[in-house]
C-alpha cells in the first residue's frame, strides 16, 4: 500500500514565498483542508485542483505516492 506525501507542495511554498495561510486564502480552500494536507491526509479533487491553480502546475507537482 502506498500514501501520500505532499512534501512537494511545502517545497514548491517555499520557492514561492507563501505560507499555508496566503495558500488557502488564495485558493479560496478552508484551513482544515489545509491542516488535512498538513497531516497527509486524503483531501477532495477539487482543493487540489484549485491549489494547482492558484500555484500554476500540475498535480503530480504537488502529490506523489510513496510506499509504506
Known amino acids: 500500500m502506498r500514501k501520500i506525501s505532499y512534501k512537494k507542495l511545502w517545497k514548491l511554498l517555499i ?28 483531501v477532495n479533487l477539487e482543493s487540489i485542483v484549485k491549489i494547482c491553480n492558484t500555484l500554476e502546475c500540475e498535480i503530480q507537482d504537488i502529490i506523489e505516492l510513496i510506499p509504506e
Open 15 to 42: 520557492d514561492k514565498e507563501l505560507n499555508k495561510t496566503q495558500l488557502a486564502e488564495e485558493a479560496n480552500v478552508s484551513g482544515s483542508t489545509i491542516t488535512r494536507i498538513a497531516k497527509g491526509e486524503c
